[in-house]
C-alpha cells in the first residue's frame, strides 16, 4: 500500500512538472512573437546553479536602437516574462560597450543579456563575424 501511494506521489509530481514547462514554453512562444513584431529578435540564457537563471529577449530595429526587452527570471514554473527597464531607446552598441565596461563579477550577471546583445549583432553585421 505505501508502494502504491509513493508511486501515485512521483506521478503526481512528474505531471504537475510537465504541465509546468509547457507553461513555460508557451510563454516563452508568446514573449518571442510580441517582440518579434517590434524588429528583429536576439535571446540570451543564463542557468543558476545557486542562482535564479533567466532568458532574456530583446528586441531593436534596423539601426540597432532597442524598441523592447523582456526577462524571465527564477526559481519556479511560476515565473512571467518581465519588462527590462532602462534599455529602450539605447542603442545594441551602446549597451554592449556598458556591459563590457563592467567588472567580470558584474559582466556574469548580465551574461544573458550580453548573448541576446551579440546575437542582434551578428543579425545586423553579419558581414562582420
Given amino acids: 500500500m505505501n508502494l502504491t501511494r509513493l508511486f ?24 518571442v512573437r510580441r517582440l518579434h513584431r517590434l524588429g528583429n529578435v536576439g535571446i540570451g540564457s543564463k ?12 528586441a531593436c530595429n534596423r539601426d540597432g536602437v532597442i524598441t523592447a ?9 511560476f515565473n512571467r516574462f518581465k519588462e527590462i527597464r532602462g534599455i529602450i531607446g ?6 554592449l560597450a556598458e556591459y563590457g565596461s563592467l567588472p567580470e ?22 558581414d562582420k563575424l
Fill in 8 to 31: 501515485l506521489g512521483l506521478l503526481f509530481l512528474m505531471t504537475a512538472q510537465a504541465v509546468g514547462t509547457y507553461m513555460q514554453v508557451q510563454q516563452y512562444k508568446q514573449a
Fill in 105 to 126: 563579477k558584474k559582466q556574469r550577471m548580465y551574461k544573458a543579456h550580453i548573448q541576446a546583445l551579440d546575437a542582434l549583432n551578428l543579425r545586423l553585421n553579419p
Fill in 90 to 95: 539605447k542603442t545594441i552598441y551602446d549597451l
Fill in 47 to 58: 542557468k543558476g546553479r545557486f542562482v535564479p537563471g533567466n532568458i532574456v529577449v530583446i
Fill in 69 to 77: 526587452g523582456e526577462i524571465m527570471e527564477g526559481y519556479t514554473i
